[in-house]
């Protein structure tokens, strides 16, 4: 079992629309989550940063942690074209930050 | 906002040569610096962590007499490719996180693009 997982997809919606990107880790220790966005050649920008249960909202975006069910999620409302990249959940358990695979998201104009 | 500098951005070797990677944390101290690489349309792997002042820790099936990692300073990590061959070329990128706080974001550097010819 990886310890980072996420659908590679791609994800493709159409613009306006709300994109959902989720991500299961299997360490139960870990105790701070990340998403990234990356483009094509470019290393990831931090997008969102969530440790405790619940929701987190940030303009557009909004993470979701589940603990006990060792779930993340990132929404992205009012998608946009320039939302198109590899979007990438990280998990911090143990003093080093691992990554899932990534989902590539597709916004179509 | 933290800034992590890496240099260069891109670098083509010939096979049998060695590559320096440098990592630069500029407006922040950072203890661990990390290191990753990236294949095409796959995920970063974590090769690495940098301790200032001592021996870097690797993960399972890195070669640490390949993968020649030094962390001076508290501000400087790099990042030594001995004798590259063409299955070297890939995308490495450091990190840093700037506190101690596990909450913090890693903040990323731009990344080097390596081909060994």
């Known amino acids: 079992q990886k310890e980072v997982e996420q659908n590679s997809g791609p994800l493709s919606v159409p613009e306006g629309a709300i994109a959902s990107l989720n991500c299961t880790y299997s360490?139960?220790?870990?105790?701070?989550f990340f998403w990234y966005r990356q483009y094509s050649g470019k290393s990831p920008e931090l997008i969102m940063s969530i440790y405790s249960n619940g929701d987190k909202e940030d303009g557009r975006f909004t993470a979701q942690l589940n603990k006990a069910s060792q779930y993340v999620s990132l929404l992205i409302r009012d998608s946009q074209p320039s939302d198109s990249a590899t979007y990438l959940c990280?998990?911090?358990?143990?003093?080093?930050?691992?990554f899932g695979q990534g989902t590539e998201l597709s916004v179509k104009p | 906002g933290a800034v992590v500098s890496q240099h260069p951005s891109r670098v083509i070797c010939k096979s049998g040569t060695s590559v320096k990677i440098e990592c630069r944390s500029l407006d922040f101290q950072a203890t661990t610096m990390f290191w990753y690489r990236q294949f095409p349309k796959q995920s970063l792997m974590l090769m690495a962590t940098s301790n200032e002042g001592s021996k870097a820790t690797y993960e399972q099936g890195v070669e640490k007499d390949k993968f020649l990692i030094n962390h001076a300073s508290l501000t400087l990590s790099t990042l030594t490719v001995t004798s590259a061959h063409p299955e070297d070329s890939s995308f490495y990128i450091c990190?840093?996180?700037?506190?101690?706080?596990?909450?913090?974001?890693?903040?990323f550097g731009s990344g080097t693009r390596l081909t060994v010819v």
């Open positions: 990190s840093a996180r700037p506190g101690q706080d596990l909450s913090l974001g890693y903040t």
């Open positions: 360490d139960r220790v870990s105790q701070s």
């Open positions: 990280a998990v911090n358990g143990r003093g080093k930050l691992i």
